[in-house]
């Protein structure tokens, strides 16, 4: 399937982008970064663009929705994770789904976690950067054109909620950090280590039912009676909730856990490079999930080392890593929260499953020689 309009996975040269901008995502400068580090490397590489401010939550969604993507060679998102995921959530939510989720994305960083842009500048090959550095690099991927398929997470949860993941949902301590440090995001990324230090002084213990579809079964095995949506894609993996997983599925015997994290790619945030192992493969996500039992010294040097993506040479036994393709996971109480993307969600049973290369977004690759550079300039003289 090739992006509607960008034959052999390149946009268009000159091209027209729909840029789609929270001004008060991170620190509040999203406007001031675009129009400083962006809009000078668009403007050479010929790439024209209307730009929208949101205005409040979902207001992303809305605009997308009722947009009319025939106007554009791309959708730019620069915000956090949580814009890019309103933006998807969008166009699977329009009557036209099938065709407008074909519609090349770009995200370029401009909140306090930005997991999915450090994620593709790892993919191209630059080196792990922040701020402004790590901007200029997601620019760069988008003046080159170069665009590459990506896996999609379909959610479902026990009170009939459909949605839509671009890059993981986390429960316990993760989603702990993520959401309680939202009141410190004009901290930037150090909202997090004041999350992860005060979440490791108060520990909680969450317990549920954790069962998942590892790669190795799924390649024969489907489901005989499909949980299927009103729209979207077809879940050949999943059972309704209210019945139990396939006999093939894998159930975790312990119910007592620190965490659980479903990711669809590499960092959890520009400074948590989580999944080392690499890229996933099409239809394929990472599970991980630590049981109860360790220790706030041991959970401490995971997450310190997890910066340079070393937490997994630890061989830490409450530290559990698989490649699936569908999940379940159903709390056994209220305790803890979910985080979608980013985004609160009631916690609740919810279970999913990861469609292969269902959508398209500017990557760079490793191998791929880049077609544009831009021209020196020189550097601004004050930083804002």
């Given at each position: 399937?090739?992006?509607?309009?960008?034959?052999?996975?390149?946009?268009?040269?000159?091209?027209?982008?729909?840029?789609?901008?929270?001004?008060?995502?991170?620190?509040?400068?999203?406007?001031?970064?675009?129009?400083?580090?962006?809009?000078?490397?668009?403007?050479?590489?010929?790439?024209?663009?209307?730009?929208?401010?949101?205005?409040?939550?979902?207001?992303?969604?809305?605009?997308?929705?009722?947009?009319?993507?025939?106007?554009?060679?791309?959708?730019?998102?620069?915000?956090?994770?949580?814009?890019?995921?309103?933006?998807?959530?969008?166009?699977?939510?329009?009557?036209?789904?099938?065709?407008?989720?074909?519609?090349?994305?770009?995200?370029?960083?401009?909140?306090?976690?930005?997991?999915?842009?450090?994620?593709?500048?790892?993919?191209?090959?630059?080196?792990?950067?922040?701020?402004?550095?790590?901007?200029?690099?997601?620019?760069?991927?988008?003046?080159?054109?170069?665009?590459s398929p990506m896996n999609l997470l379909s959610l479902h949860t026990a009170s009939g909620l459909q949605l839509?993941?671009?890059?993981?949902?986390?429960?316990?301590?993760?989603?702990?950090?993520?959401?309680?440090?939202?009141?410190?995001?004009?901290?930037?990324?150090?909202?997090?280590?004041?999350?992860?230090?005060?979440?490791?002084?108060?520990?909680?213990?969450?317990?549920?039912?954790?069962?998942?579809?590892?790669?190795?079964?799924?390649?024969?095995?489907?489901?005989?009676?499909?949980?299927?949506?009103?729209?979207?894609?077809?879940?050949?993996?999943?059972?309704?909730?209210?019945?139990?997983?396939?006999?093939?599925?894998?159930?975790?015997?312990?119910?007592?856990?620190?965490?659980?994290?479903?990711?669809?790619?590499?960092?959890?945030?520009?400074?948590?490079?989580?999944?080392?192992?690499?890229?996933?493969?099409?239809?394929?996500?990472?599970?991980?999930?630590?049981?109860?039992?360790?220790?706030?010294?041991?959970?401490?040097?995971?997450?310190?080392?997890?910066?340079?993506?070393?937490?997994?040479?630890?061989?830490?036994?409450?530290?559990?890593?698989?490649?699936?393709?569908?999940?379940?996971?159903?709390?056994?109480?209220?305790?803890?929260?979910?985080?979608?993307?980013?985004?609160?969600?009631?916690?609740?049973?919810?279970?999913?499953?990861?469609?292969?290369?269902?959508?398209?977004?500017?990557?760079?690759?490793?191998?791929?020689?880049?077609?544009?550079?831009?021209?020196?300039?020189?550097?601004?003289?004050?930083?804002?």
């Amino acid at each position: 399937m090739e992006p509607a309009g960008c034959p052999r996975g390149l946009l268009p040269r000159p091209c027209r982008v729909l840029v789609l901008l929270n001004p008060r995502s991170g620190r509040g400068k999203a406007l001031q970064l675009f129009q400083r580090f962006v809009q000078p490397l668009l403007e050479e590489a010929e790439i024209s663009f209307k730009l929208m401010l949101t205005e409040r939550q979902n207001h992303a969604r809305e605009l997308v929705c009722a947009e009319e993507l025939s106007h554009w060679d791309a959708l730019v998102v620069m915000s956090g994770d949580g814009l890019m995921h309103e933006v998807v959530n969008g166009l699977m939510s329009r009557p036209d789904w099938e065709t407008a989720i074909r519609k090349p994305l770009c995200s370029l960083p401009g909140g306090s976690g930005n997991a999915l842009a450090a994620s593709l500048n790892y993919y191209a090959g630059y080196e792990q950067v922040t701020s402004e550095a790590l901007l200029t690099n997601c620019t760069l991927l988008l003046c080159r054109r170069h665009l590459s398929p990506m896996n999609l997470l379909s959610l479902h949860t026990a009170s009939g909620l459909q949605l839509y993941s671009v890059l993981s949902l986390s429960w316990g301590f993760v989603a702990d950090v993520d959401l309680e440090s939202e009141k410190y995001r004009r901290l930037g990324e150090i909202r997090f280590t004041m999350g992860t230090i005060f979440r490791l002084a108060t520990l909680r213990i969450y317990r549920g039912q954790l069962a998942y579809l590892p790669v190795g079964n799924a390649a024969s095995e489907m489901s005989a009676s499909p949980a299927q949506a009103h729209k979207g894609p077809v879940d050949t993996y999943l059972v309704p909730l209210e019945e139990p997983v396939p006999s093939h599925w894998t159930v975790v015997p312990e119910q007592d856990f620190v965490l659980v994290l479903v990711l669809l790619h590499t960092h959890l945030s520009t400074e948590m490079f989580a999944a080392p192992m690499g890229r996933c493969e099409a239809g394929v996500m990472h599970l991980f999930y630590v049981r109860a039992g360790v220790s706030r010294a041991m959970l401490l040097r995971l997450f310190l080392a997890m910066q340079k993506g070393k937490h997994m040479d630890y061989n830490c036994p409450y530290l559990v890593h698989v490649p699936v393709v569908a999940f379940r996971l159903e709390p056994k109480n209220q305790r803890g929260m979910f985080s979608v993307d980013g985004e609160s969600m009631t916690c609740e049973a919810v279970q999913g499953q990861v469609h292969p290369n269902y959508f398209w977004m500017v990557c760079g690759s490793r191998d791929a020689p880049s077609s544009w550079e831009p021209q020196p300039r020189p550097s601004p003289e004050k930083p804002l």
